[in-house]
């Protein structure tokens, strides 16, 4: 399955899961009825074959293949090495690959002197000093307070590595850590929850999810324990028994075949409502996928058992065919608008206010690239405030020559990844803030219906430029971390501008204007390397810190944007748990701080980023 064969190509032979349904019946009446099993040996045959049958360079031939279990390669194929080939692939096509090349049974467990003596997990609900999801808050602020972070800026000046963690088989390590007081939980690329002590790194207790973890855990109160809350990359949402690892319940919020889950789940009242998203606008790669068909939405589960309470799609109206493209593949839609970011909850209005994607297929509809405020009771949409009317794009807009699932006139693709901040300024007002890969920062009022207050433009905006994963504020400003990655692709790579993206901006609340803005770093001559500040950012009394693709992770004084520390991940580490690790760019959920520690995971190989499989845990020196 080599890249330099299959990227040249990008006409893999997909299927549409909704093209069985009576929306798409009436034009594709020869797909109609239940498709075969997807034929293991065969895909192989198409898609694998000519490259590990005949390796050369680095690529392993079959017979190392064979010797692999098929757990170890449907990761690699996942979220691995593989990933920027096979996300084409619909899950099961992947899974039948696997199964045919690979040897059946689960993959080996961390190695017995990876575990603590006491693998007992404690959870305190009294201890204020918990960074537990997105955000120490529900305000999604990412502002962790003095007397729960523990650090002053004279501390943050001093920081040195506590110890290292690394994720066994993986190349990225992109999830954020929940962490209440000494407890520490954290998914990884390979799909494995973990617990463990934050004194030394040692493990309690792993489990093993269906697919890639990217988003934070939520841990809450549950009985006489708790439970501990998460997706995944396969459209998965898993509870667990937080103190033992047990499976309490696991459900799939959205039947539709191309669902991931990225956003951390909010939690209120007994009820966790799950943000969803999808890779279908990558299936628009191939001229035969009947383009497109998922609709974002917010979906309300019991935290007890799982059942359903509300779901609100974005999209109200189900897709339903518009016509074909010149490839005479049909076109449907409307589509799109997935939710990224995790959820703000408002306590104060009973609101939860979201953020939306773009739409993947036209026609284009109101609440793409839009904040959203739903009532918390019942999910009911109160207000929609777009950004960016008629954003209609797909994948296939972004290759060299159009293909022919892109739409007519089709969007810059400047949606919303990251979640809405609630913020109360000096004065007393409160903001919803929201930052777009437009490169615009928002400030909304949530008491006149997301009306804007003001608006920043902080880059230049792009596919993977603005703000992508987060800001952070305290009471003055708002914190925005510029990606503005410029990648390239050719038939055999795709690399990263190590010239272009990167700065940190510092915004002041109650106007918006700039009161600093950082200059990116230089890359200077480090292979595979970008200045972009993609990362989500956090923030404690006097410092924010940014991670960056350059693989550094640097705190910056809020006074004036002065850097203080810089630690460079890219490099081995030696590990806690015995395996071998290395650190990369930093990207997605980016560093959080609590009870005088701060965690950052390092390792992202999107869009040619360094890769990396390591959890760095930093203290002040002492």
Same mark, same amino acid.
């Given at each position: 399955?080599?890249?330099?064969?299959?990227?040249?190509?990008?006409?893999?032979?997909? &299927?549409?899961?909704? *093209?069985?349904?009576?929306?798409?019946?009436? &034009?594709?009446?020869?797909?109609?009825?239940?498709?075969?099993?997807?034929?293991?040996?065969?895909?192989?045959?198409? !898609?694998?074959?000519?490259?590990?049958?005949?390796?050369?360079?680095?690529?392993?031939?079959?017979?190392?293949?064979?010797?692999?279990?098929?757990?170890?390669?449907?990761?690699?194929?996942?979220?691995?090495?593989?990933?920027?080939?096979?996300?084409?692939?619909?899950?099961?096509? !992947?899974?039948?690959? %696997?199964?045919?090349?690979?040897?059946?049974?689960?993959?080996?467990?961390?190695?017995?002197?990876?575990?603590?003596?006491?693998?007992?997990?404690?959870?305190?609900? &009294?201890?204020?000093?918990?960074?537990?999801?997105?955000?120490?808050?529900?305000?999604?602020?990412?502002?962790?307070?003095?007397?729960?972070?523990?650090?002053?800026?004279?501390?943050?000046?001093?920081?040195?590595?506590?110890?290292?963690?690394?994720?066994?088989?993986?190349?990225?390590?992109?999830?954020?850590? %929940?962490?209440?007081?000494?407890?520490?939980?954290?998914?990884?690329?390979?799909?494995?929850?973990?617990?463990?002590?934050?004194?030394?790194?040692?493990?309690?207790?792993?489990?093993?999810?269906?697919?890639?973890?990217?988003?934070?855990?939520?841990?809450?109160?549950?009985?006489?324990?708790?439970?501990?809350?998460?997706?995944?990359?396969?459209?998965?949402?898993?509870?667990?028994?937080?103190?033992?690892?047990?499976?309490?319940?696991?459900?799939?919020?959205?039947?539709?075949? /191309?669902?991931?889950?990225?956003?951390?789940?909010?939690?209120?009242?007994?009820?966790?409502?799950?943000?969803? /998203?999808?890779?279908?606008?990558? !299936? *628009?790669?191939?001229?035969?996928?009947?383009?497109?068909?998922?609709?974002?939405?917010?979906?309300?589960?019991?935290?007890?058992?799982?059942?359903?309470?509300?779901?609100?799609?974005?999209?109200?109206?189900?897709?339903?065919?518009?016509?074909?493209?010149?490839?005479?593949?049909?076109?449907?839609?409307?589509?799109?608008?997935?939710?990224?970011?995790?959820?703000?909850?408002?306590?104060?209005?009973?609101?939860?206010?979201?953020?939306?994607?773009?739409?993947?297929?036209?026609?284009?509809?109101?609440? &793409?690239?839009?904040?959203?405020?739903?009532?918390? *009771?019942?999910?009911?949409?109160?207000?929609? !405030?777009?950004?960016?009317?008629?954003?209609?794009?797909?994948?296939?807009?972004?290759?060299?020559?159009?293909?022919?699932?892109?739409?007519?006139?089709?969007?810059?693709?400047?949606?919303?990844?990251?979640?809405?901040?609630?913020?109360?300024?000096?004065?007393?007002?409160?903001?919803?803030? *929201?930052?777009?890969?437009?490169?615009?920062?928002?400030?909304?009022?949530?008491?006149?219906?997301?009306?804007?207050?003001?608006?920043?433009?902080?880059?230049?905006?792009?596919?993977?430029?603005?703000?992508?994963?987060?800001?952070?504020?305290?009471?003055?400003?708002?914190?925005?971390?510029?990606?503005?990655?410029?990648?390239?692709?050719?038939?055999?790579?795709?690399?990263?501008?190590?010239?272009?993206?990167?700065?940190?901006? %510092?915004?002041?609340?109650?106007?918006?204007?700039?009161?600093?803005?950082?200059?990116?770093?230089?890359?200077?001559?480090?292979?595979?390397?970008?200045?972009?500040?993609?990362?989500?950012?956090?923030?404690?009394?006097?410092?924010?810190?940014?991670?960056?693709?350059?693989?550094?992770?640097?705190?910056?004084?809020?006074?004036?944007?002065?850097?203080?520390?810089?630690?460079?991940?890219?490099?081995?580490?030696?590990?806690?748990?015995?395996?071998?690790?290395?650190?990369?760019?930093?990207?997605?959920?980016?560093?959080?701080?609590?009870?005088?520690?701060?965690?950052?995971?390092?390792?992202?190989?999107?869009?040619?980023?360094?890769?990396?499989?390591?959890?760095?845990?930093?203290?002040?020196?002492?």
């Amino acid at each position: 399955m080599r890249l330099t064969a299959l990227l040249t190509s990008l006409v893999w032979t997909t &299927s549409l899961s909704l *093209a069985q349904q009576s929306l798409a019946q009436a &034009s594709l009446a020869q797909k109609s009825g239940n498709p075969a099993a997807p034929n293991g040996p065969a895909l192989y045959e198409k !898609r694998c074959a000519a490259c590990h049958d005949h390796p050369v360079d680095r690529i392993p031939p079959r017979a190392t293949l064979e010797g692999m279990n098929s757990a170890r390669i449907m990761r690699t194929l996942d979220f691995g090495a593989m990933m920027t080939v096979a996300y084409t692939l619909k899950r099961d096509e !992947r899974q039948a690959i %696997a199964d045919f090349i690979g040897k059946a049974g689960p993959e080996p467990g961390p190695a017995p002197e990876a575990y603590c003596k006491d693998r007992s997990v404690t959870i305190s609900d &009294s201890t204020g000093s918990a960074w537990n999801g997105w955000s120490p808050s529900k305000e999604n602020t990412r502002f962790v307070p003095a007397n729960a972070a523990r650090m002053s800026v004279d501390q943050a000046r001093h920081l040195k590595l506590k110890w290292a963690f690394g994720f066994e088989g993986d190349i990225s390590a992109m999830a954020l850590p %929940a962490m209440i007081g000494s407890q520490i939980f954290i998914g990884s690329a390979g799909g494995l929850m973990h617990a463990i002590r934050a004194d030394t790194g040692c493990l309690q207790w792993v489990f093993q999810a269906i697919g890639p973890i990217r988003a934070a855990a939520v841990v809450v109160p549950l009985g006489k324990g708790h439970a501990l809350l998460f997706g995944d990359l396969t459209g998965w949402f898993y509870a667990l028994d937080a103190e033992t690892g047990k499976l309490l319940w696991k459900k799939r919020p959205e039947e539709h075949e /191309a669902v991931r889950l990225t956003g951390t789940p909010a939690v209120y009242n007994g009820v966790v409502m799950v943000p969803v /998203a999808s890779w279908e606008e990558s !299936r *628009a790669l191939n001229p035969d996928y009947p383009c497109c068909t998922f609709r974002g939405s917010i979906v309300a589960l019991r935290v007890r058992d799982g059942a359903p309470v509300w779901k609100t799609y974005l999209i109200p109206e189900p897709p339903k065919v518009t016509g074909k493209t010149s490839a005479g593949t049909a076109t449907l839609g409307p589509s799109g608008a997935g939710v990224w970011g995790s959820p703000t909850v408002d306590l104060k209005r009973k609101l939860l206010y979201i953020t939306s994607g773009d739409n993947y297929s036209k026609p284009d509809t109101a609440n &793409s690239d839009s904040v959203l405020a739903l009532e918390l *009771a019942t999910g009911k949409i109160m207000w929609s !405030r777009q950004t960016l009317p008629g954003d209609v794009y797909n994948s296939a807009c972004g290759t060299a020559k159009k293909g022919s699932n892109c739409p007519d006139d089709s969007g810059p693709d400047h949606d919303f990844g990251s979640a809405a901040l609630l913020v109360k300024t000096a004065a007393g007002r409160d903001l919803i803030l *929201a930052g777009q890969k437009s490169g615009v920062v928002y400030a909304l009022d949530p008491d006149k219906k997301g009306e804007i207050v003001w608006q920043t433009r902080v880059g230049k905006g792009g596919i993977v430029g603005g703000v992508q994963w987060g800001m952070a504020s305290d009471a003055q400003n708002v914190y925005a971390a510029v990606s503005d990655a410029v990648f390239t692709s050719t038939a055999s790579s795709r690399s990263l501008d190590p010239n272009a993206g990167g700065g940190l901006n %510092a915004l002041k609340l109650e106007d918006g204007s700039k009161v600093w803005i950082t200059a990116p770093q230089p890359c200077g001559s480090r292979a595979h390397c970008s200045p972009a500040q993609s990362a989500a950012v956090t923030a404690i009394p006097g410092v924010v810190f940014s991670g960056s693709l350059d693989g550094h992770l640097r705190g910056y004084t809020t006074e004036e944007g002065k850097v203080i520390w810089d630690f460079d991940t890219a490099r081995e580490f030696q590990t806690v748990n015995g395996v071998k690790a290395t650190g990369g760019s930093i990207d997605g959920a980016g560093p959080m701080v609590m009870n005088g520690m701060l965690l950052v995971n390092s390792g992202y190989t999107r869009y040619g980023g360094m890769p990396g499989n390591v959890l760095l845990a930093f203290e002040p020196e002492k």
